[in-house]
């Protein structure tokens, strides 16, 4: 293993595999199918276990429990995973499990993301890059995340449910439906309020993109259409606003998947 930076009473197990330049805190436990990447940091009294694979330059705080055993009643200990990618932030109190045998047997959260305390990921979930999970954000069985999401604190998501990148929720908000791209929500359950324009205005976007956008939540939410004809009109932007192409593939692949039994917010 090679690692020096092991706090003397931390129990990393002989089978698991550290870069000797991970740090491990005090009283930490890693177990035998444990894999960790260059330049992460675990704090003290944090669990790892399981079949898990954590990236390079992750910083993990104290009392996280990482890779545990998934709450599915149907999970008999198959060597399902949970893969972690880089430079992601995971504070207090944390708890990210593995995967199920029929979920895929990988539970994933990608690179840059901030996850602060109390947060859930159960088994199967997908978790993209650049998102924000304020405290006690909870994501129920095999929820998929987009790219730079927000969940305010103490969001909860319905299991299967999918969340469109750039999205955004309000505290406090249940996700009983999928969340399509750029839509912000809120309540108990979540209702669509609008579109995340401020936040897509600070990651770049163009006046031609952000009107694109607008465009797609007139079409979904304020013109009274249904979804297939808000999907067509939504399609018909690729071509009057060629910069916008790409947004626009974005939302009409999301609402091509999207079931008659789970819906979107509305």
């Known amino acids: 293993m090679g690692v020096t930076n092991i706090h003397p009473t931390a129990i990393v197990d002989a089978g698991a595999q550290l870069d000797a330049s991970v740090t491990v805190g005090p009283y930490t436990l890693i177990g035998p199918h444990v894999k960790i990447a260059g330049g992460t940091t675990v704090a ?49 109190f944390t708890a990210f499990h593995v995967g199920t045998v029929q979920g895929g047997g990988i539970t994933r959260l990608g690179n840059d993301n901030w996850m602060m305390a109390y947060t859930h990921l159960a088994h199967d979930c997908l978790v993209g890059d650049n998102a924000i999970f304020a405290n006690n954000a909870q994501l129920a069985g095999h929820v998929e995340v987009g790219d730079f999401v927000i969940l305010g604190g103490y ?19 249940v996700l009983l439906a999928d969340q399509p791209p750029f839509v912000m929500s809120e309540g108990q359950p979540a209702r669509a309020r609008s579109m995340n324009y401020e936040g897509l205005r600070r990651r770049g976007f163009s006046p031609t993109r952000v009107a694109a956008v607008k465009a797609m939540h007139r079409a979904l939410y304020r013109d009274g259409a249904t979804l297939e004809q808000s999907v067509q009109r939504i399609s018909a932007l690729a071509e009057s606003s060629p910069e916008a192409a790409a947004d626009v593939a974005l939302m009409t692949d999301f609402l091509a998947r999207v079931t008659p039994q789970r819906g979107i917010v509305r």
Request: charge should be positive; charged fraction near 20%.
């Open 44 to 92: 003290g009294h944090v669990v790892i276990e399981g079949h898990t694979s954590i990236g390079r330059d992750n910083r993990i705080f104290q009392f996280a429990c990482i890779g545990a055993a998934n709450q599915d009643k149907k999970y008999k200990g198959e060597p399902c995973e949970l893969v972690i990618g880089d430079r992601n932030t995971i504070r207090e």
């Open 155 to 173: 969001t909860a998501v319905h299991q299967f449910v999918r969340i469109g990148a750039h999205g955004m929720t309000g505290l406090g908000s």
